[in-house]
C-alpha cells in the first residue's frame, strides 16, 4: 500500500539557515510526488511536483527538492530560510488511480529571528 | 483570479444537528475533493467527485454526505451520525487527469457547542 512518512514532526531553525525536511514514500512503480505549505488557519498551497525526468525540482519560494529513487525519500531543501517560511509542510504521493493521493503527516517549521 | 472558495470559515453546530459546508470553485476542474484535517494526522479523503453527478466514497466518508449538481460546486454536509465531527475541512478540485495536483481552499473550521 502507499503509505508517506515525514519523520520530523517539528523543526526549529534560525532565520538564514538551510533547511531539509525529510519525506520519505512507499510505492512500487514511480511515483508522482508533491510537497505542499499550509500556514495558520489556512488552505495548502502547492511548492512543487515531481513526475519524471530530472530528480531536482525547483518549485516556488526558493524551494527545491530531490527524488532518490534508491532512498525512497523526495526531501524538500531551502539554502536560505525566512521567518516568512514558518508554516506546515506536507509531502504527498498519488499512485496509479488519481483520486488516492496519499498526505504524510506533516512536519511543522518554526523559524528563530 | 481563479480559485476554491469555502464558506463559512467557523461554523458551529448543536448535537444532533446536520451542517452542511461549502465549496465553489471557478477553476474549472473536473474533479474535486473533501478532507478532513486532524492534528498530527495529515489529510484524510471524505468524498471525492471525477465529474457532475458522481461521487464515490474516501477512507472516512461515513457520517459524511455530498452532492455534485454543478461542476463548480461540491458541499458536504456534516451529519448527526458523524460522532466527532471538530475538525478543519478542506476543499480541493483538480483537472481530473493523472498527476495533476490539487488546489485548496482556505478551509472551515467546525466546532461543537
Known amino acids: 500500500a502507499q503509505s508517506v512518512t515525514q519523520p520530523d514532526i517539528h523543526i526549529t531553525v534560525s532565520e538564514g539557515a538551510s533547511l531539509e525536511l525529510r519525506c520519505n514514500y512507499s510505492?512500487?512503480?514511480?511515483?508522482?510526488l508533491f510537497w505542499y505549505v499550509q500556514s495558520p488557519g489556512q488552505g495548502l498551497q502547492l511548492l512543487l511536483k515531481?513526475?519524471?525526468?530530472?530528480?531536482l525540482v525547483q518549485g516556488i519560494k526558493g524551494f527545491e527538492a530531490e527524488f532518490k529513487r534508491s532512498q525512497s525519500s523526495f526531501n524538500l531543501r531551502k539554502p536560505s530560510v525566512h521567518w516568512s517560511d514558518a508554516a506546515e509542510y506536507f509531502c504527498?504521493?498519488?499512485?496509479?488511480?488519481?483520486?488516492?493521493?496519499?498526505f504524510g503527516p506533516g512536519t511543522s517549521l518554526s523559524v528563530i529571528p | 483570479d481563479g480559485g476554491i472558495t469555502q464558506s463559512p470559515k467557523y461554523l458551529f453546530r448543536k448535537e444532533g444537528q446536520n451542517v452542511t459546508l461549502s465549496c465553489e470553485q471557478n477553476?474549472?476542474?473536473?474533479?474535486m475533493y473533501w478532507y478532513r484535517q486532524d492534528p498530527g494526522q495529515g489529510l484524510r479523503l471524505i468524498y471525492y467527485?471525477?465529474?457532475?453527478?458522481?461521487?464515490q466514497k474516501g477512507d472516512i466518508a461515513e457520517g459524511y454526505s455530498v452532492s455534485r449538481e454543478k461542476k463548480e460546486s461540491f458541499p458536504l454536509t456534516v451529519t448527526s451520525a458523524q460522532k466527532n465531527p471538530t475538525a478543519f475541512y478542506l476543499c480541493a478540485s483538480s483537472r481530473g487527469d493523472n498527476n495533476q495536483p490539487q488546489h485548496f481552499g482556505d478551509g472551515t473550521r467546525l466546532s461543537i457547542l
Open positions: 477553476l474549472n476542474h473536473d474533479a
Open positions: 515531481y513526475f519524471s525526468g530530472d530528480t
Open positions: 510505492y512500487g512503480a514511480t511515483p508522482y
Open positions: 467527485s471525477q465529474i457532475v453527478n458522481d461521487f
Open positions: 504527498a504521493v498519488e499512485g496509479t488511480s488519481y483520486d488516492k493521493v496519499i
